[in-house]
Every structure is written in C-alpha cells, then in structure tokens.
C-alpha cells in the first residue's frame, strides 16, 4: 500500500484578474501521508484555501500535477473531477455554510440528494449515523440557527463525511470557536481518524491546533517550507 494518499509535485496557481496576475501557489510539492492529520499554517493570503480547493478539486492547478488516490487530475473532466470529489473527499469550509431554512438531519443530506436513488445505502440513515459520530444525535431536527457556533461546525463536520471520504479537508475549522470548543473538534479529528480510513488536512491559524497534528507545514507568498513540526515542537514550550 502506498503511504501518500495526495502527491503535489511543481504545482502552481495563477489567478488572472483585471489588472495583473497573482501567483497564489508557487512551483510547490507536497505529499500528504495516509491516515494522518497534516496541519497546513501560514499567514493571510499566503495560498492555504487555494492548495485546499486544488487538492479538493474545486478548483484546477495552472501548472504541475495533483495526483489523489492513485488518480491524476489533469487526465479528468471537470465531471469527472466532480463525481471523483463526490465520492472521495469531504470539505469542511471555515464559514460552515449551513442553509438555514434546512434542520441538521437536512443540512447533512444535502450534497448526496441528488443523488439519493442512485446511492447503494439509504441515505436518511446514513446521516443519521454521521450526526451520532459528531455526537449531535439529540440535535436532529434544530435549524443552524438554534445552535451553538461549535455545534454548527459539527454538523459541517458531518455533512463532509456524509459520503464516507478516504480525505478531509478543513479550511481553519476552529478560526471561529472558542479554545475548548476548538481542542474538542480536533480530539473529534482524532476520533475519526481512528475509527475510519481518514486522512485530514487541517488549514490553522493557531499554533497551538496545529501541534496536535502529526505534521505541519508552513505556507509563505505561495511556497511551501518543509515539515516543521519536529523543529517546532521540539526547541519551544508550545
Ligand atoms: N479568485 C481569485 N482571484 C484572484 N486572486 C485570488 C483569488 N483567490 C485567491 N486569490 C489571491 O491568491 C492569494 C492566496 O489566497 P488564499 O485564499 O489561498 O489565501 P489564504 O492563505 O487562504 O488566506 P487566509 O488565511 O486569509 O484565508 C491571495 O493573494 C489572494 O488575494
Ligand atoms: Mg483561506
């Protein structure tokens, strides 16, 4: 069995706008090991949500090659790539996006309803048993609205595992919640990467999120330093 579940090699994204271009990713290589928690730090701008919706196949590298579970993006098409991320990750976004008319039970249905009839389990049940994982069993039928901001990045959290991913993406999962709360969806992290055949990439602003993770990378202007959680972790009281 491999042991990188995601392979970057000389990957760059150039986002063309109005009056000039930015280089958001630079030439960058990284490889994501399986069943491990990757912390991804680094400051404003620095092209953390960018790798994640290259990786999540969101969005499309300008140069270079994503290799995920042995598949090679540039050989997909855009429907192709998205029935790939259908069935293969889930993307935890900083800023939940629950629909607030729609109850939690409703809330982490919601990315397979298209496709319900077509799926081998009946999916009422299987959000069920993802609400039950996030421990939110007693929460079902509450709108967003009527839950703490923890509890909505949890049922966030088990919309991104409605689809059994073999990858997790979480774009600063924890940037909105307290400490507690924050350390509580980490362990939660943790939890599923036990239970399951679960790899997460956890983009953080905090440090001390990060240190709970087995590697960290730093992102500067686009460029990526190499694993520095050993280097970190070691000199400091962090
Ligand atoms: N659609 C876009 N068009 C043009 N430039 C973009 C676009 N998306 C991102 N950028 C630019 O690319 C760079 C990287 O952005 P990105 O969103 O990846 O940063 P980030 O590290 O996630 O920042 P933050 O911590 O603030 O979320 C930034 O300079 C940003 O302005
Ligand atoms: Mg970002």
Redesign the pocket.
């Given at each position: 069995m491999k042991e990188s579940i995601v392979i970057c090699s000389g990957i760059s994204k150039v986002?063309d706008?109005v009056f000039h271009q930015?280089i958001?990713l630079d030439n960058l290589d990284i490889e994501i090991k399986k069943n491990k928690l990757t912390a991804i730090i680094?400051?404003?701008?620095?092209?953390?949500?960018?790798?994640l919706n290259l990786i999540a196949g969101i969005d499309r590298i300008t140069s270079g090659q994503i290799i995920c579970c042995d598949v090679d993006y540039s050989f997909l098409s855009d429907d192709q790539l998205a029935a790939f991320r259908r069935q293969n990750i889930g993307f935890i976004f900083q800023l939940y996006h629950l629909l607030p008319t729609l109850n939690v039970i409703e809330n982490v249905m919601l990315p397979l309803l298209p496709y319900q009839r077509s799926l081998e389990f009946d999916l009422r049940e299987k959000a069920l048993q993802v609400i039950e994982w996030v421990g939110l069993g007693n929460r079902i039928n509450h709108l967003p609205a009527e839950l703490s901001g923890g509890e909505q990045q949890r049922v966030a959290i088990a919309r991104a595992l409605i689809n059994d991913p073999l990858l997790l993406l979480a774009d600063?999962p924890t940037g909105n919640l307290d400490s507690k709360t924050s350390f509580e969806i980490v362990r939660l992290f943790r939890t599923l990467m036990e239970k399951k055949d679960l790899t997460i990439i956890l983009?953080t602003?905090d440090l001390r999120i990060s240190a709970e993770s087995d590697y960290i990378y730093t992102?500067r202007d686009?460029r990526l330093d190499g694993d520095i959680r050993k280097s970190l972790f070691s000199c400091s009281n962090l």
């Open positions: 986002y706008t930015v958001a680094g400051p404003s701008g620095s092209g953390k949500t960018t790798l600063e983009v602003h992102l686009g």
